[in-house]
């Protein structure tokens, strides 16, 4: 009885593969690994491993989670943001007026993939916070909460 075997292993890469459309989305998003790049140190964009966290969490649907990343390029605003910590420290995103299949596709993409976690970018903010908060003598030597939350997620995710 081999066949049982064969068909998980098939439901298995199916589970994996991307939509057409999210495949699409894939070579699309060039546009945008410019700032969005997790390697890039310093960091110009948070990495799409967060941005995906944070949609999913608010937009249930896939439809909506899409149709919140097409808005978001094309009119980036802070009232929209829904992480207000890079606008901070990073300003504001530039539009990306890109045409609505190009900027759907990207949000297939953003919405299904499976990114790995920013180990790079969590080590140099956490050098950064601690140094930053050790000359300003905020949070008491022991960094802020955000700084504790990614701590911990890279002590479970890159160690
Ligand atoms: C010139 C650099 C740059 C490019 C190119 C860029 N982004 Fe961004 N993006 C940023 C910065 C900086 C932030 C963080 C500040 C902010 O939210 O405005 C950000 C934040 C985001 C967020 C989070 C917004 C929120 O709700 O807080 C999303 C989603 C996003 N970008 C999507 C995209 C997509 C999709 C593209 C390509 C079509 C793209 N970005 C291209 C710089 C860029």
Redesign the pocket.
Known sequence: MKTPALIILILTFNALALTPEAEKGKTA?A??M???NAELIPQ???PFYG?QNKYKKVYENKQDFIKS?NA??KK?TQE????QR??KI?????P?P?PDDM?NN?GAYIYEENFGPPCKHWANDLKNDTTANMKTGKGKGMGSNHDAMIRMKYQQLCQ
């Open positions: 998003i546009a945008c410019s700032c969005h110009l964009a948070p941005v990343i978001w390029a980036p929209k943001a829904l992480m890079p606008i990073l300003g504001l995103m530039p990306m890109l900027l990207i």
